[in-house]
């Protein structure tokens, strides 16, 4: 059997995957089994933040590993706490709780919510607004947390207090603040999963304005969007907005599995020892691998991540075959007139890796894709999408 029919024969159903291994690379350029060359715009769905094999990120998990793999959270560990300070320093947040993934970071962006409305207003104070056409995880109370039915199906009874609100409408909120009984409002500042659609910056504004004046938590999901990937180190701080909670995840690794809960002025006492943990959460060479991402990830890299976006944009608004352009940075939907589908495999055939979301073509180059990779892969995705 080759992989192809391993993999079908012996991983769960789950996946729909590309007719195709990845097998190595450097940076934006990754090589499938048989060698062929492909420009990478999918970033393991925003998580090479650096593309593969990156040196410097490589050099500080091999130091990691050298030391120490894993110490359990029943010790103290230099990776984790170093990791937690940066992060502190460049948000403003106050704590940070560490796990493995972005559900797990938005489990525990639900716990603190949950364990805010309890205290400050009693047990029946837990309803969390969320978004239509929102995406928070896979577990089954981050999926409740996630505004689309189809994501529900078969798995129901969903967790209990979660009620969803339209995008952009800052009434349907209020609405939704009356009739329930709130302590949190969680969103992402750019959807992701549901079509890379950012929000309007007044309508932000106003939520903001909404959860001080009711004194209920806003939690903003940055798992996508954040550590560089819309252009800033994380995309609240585009909005102008001071959350209580932020939540990240995929590019903050570089590649390995981590997840960060981050806790402002509001609720960075909430937890005290033996409400939340994590066996995994906090490892030590996540946590090494993670820092060296966060320090490169600077006002230099920043604005070549705006500049870099600003050339997609300019070369796809208004090109043969594209209907709209959406998203923010280097976190890029396409509208085609064409199956997103066929686009993508057509990509794929000609050497260009870009994924789906709903129905678009979605990009998420790494955040240092060299200019000449770029551009050549755009060029190849306009060709396809104007055939
Ligand atoms: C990917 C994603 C998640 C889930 O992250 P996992 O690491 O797959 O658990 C949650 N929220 C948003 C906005 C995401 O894009």
Not at 319 to 325: E, F, I, N, T, Y
Request: hydrophobic share 40%; charged share 25%; aromatic share 6%.
């Amino acid at each position: 059997m080759n992989i192809i029919e391993i993999d079908k024969q012996y991983i769960a159903g789950t996946y729909a995957r590309f007719p195709l291994q990845l097998v190595e690379g450097k940076g934006s350029i990754v090589k499938d089994e048989t060698g062929k060359e492909y420009i990478d715009l999918g970033t393991g769905i925003a998580v090479n933040g650096f593309g593969v094999a990156d040196d410097e990120w490589k050099q500080a998990v091999i130091a990691q590993l050298d030391k120490i793999q894993h110490t359990s959270n029943l010790y103290y560990s230099e990776p984790c706490a170093l990791l937690a300070q940066e992060l502190c320093l460049r948000t403003g947040m106050k704590k940070v709780f560490f796990s493995n993934s972005g559900a797990e970071a938005n489990e525990c962006a639900i716990k603190a919510a949950r364990h805010y409305g309890q205290t400050k207003k009693g047990k029946d104070c837990y309803t969390i607004i969320t978004l239509k056409n929102s995406f928070h995880g896979r577990t089954i109370t981050t999926l409740s947390a996630t505004g689309q039915e189809v994501f529900h199906e078969y798995f129901t009874p969903m967790t209990e207090g979660f009620v969803f609100a339209d995008a952009n409408d800052i009434d349907s909120v209020k609405n939704l603040v009356k009739t329930h009984k709130c302590c949190a409002v969680m969103i992402e500042l750019v959807q992701g999963e549901g079509g890379v659609t950012a929000l309007n910056k007044e309508y932000v504004a106003e939520l903001e304005k909404l959860v001080k004046e009711e004194d209920i938590l806003l939690v903003v999901d940055e798992v996508q969007t954040g550590n560089g990937r819309t252009g800033d180190l994380y995309a609240y701080m585009d909005y102008g907005i001071t959350p209580d909670v932020v939540t990240t995840a995929k590019g903050l690794g570089g590649g390995l599995p981590i997840g960060a809960t981050m806790l402002g002025e509001r609720v960075e006492n909430l937890f005290t020892a033996g409400m939340n943990g994590s066996t995994f959460g906090g490892n030590p060479v996540a946590c090494a691998g993670a820092l060296s991402i966060l320090k490169r990830i600077d006002d230099h890299l920043l604005k070549e991540v705006r500049e870099k976006s600003a050339y997609i944009f300019t070369e796809l608004m208004g090109a043969k075959g594209v209907k709209s352009v959406s998203g923010k940075g280097l976190m890029i939907g396409v509208e085609c007139e064409k199956d997103a589908g066929e686009v993508i495999a057509k990509c794929r055939e000609r050497g260009v890796l870009v994924i789906k979301a709903k129905h678009k073509v979605r990009l998420l180059p790494a955040l240092n894709i060299p200019m000449e990779q770029l551009k050549k892969a755009i060029k190849t995705l306009k060709e396809v999408i104007a055939e």
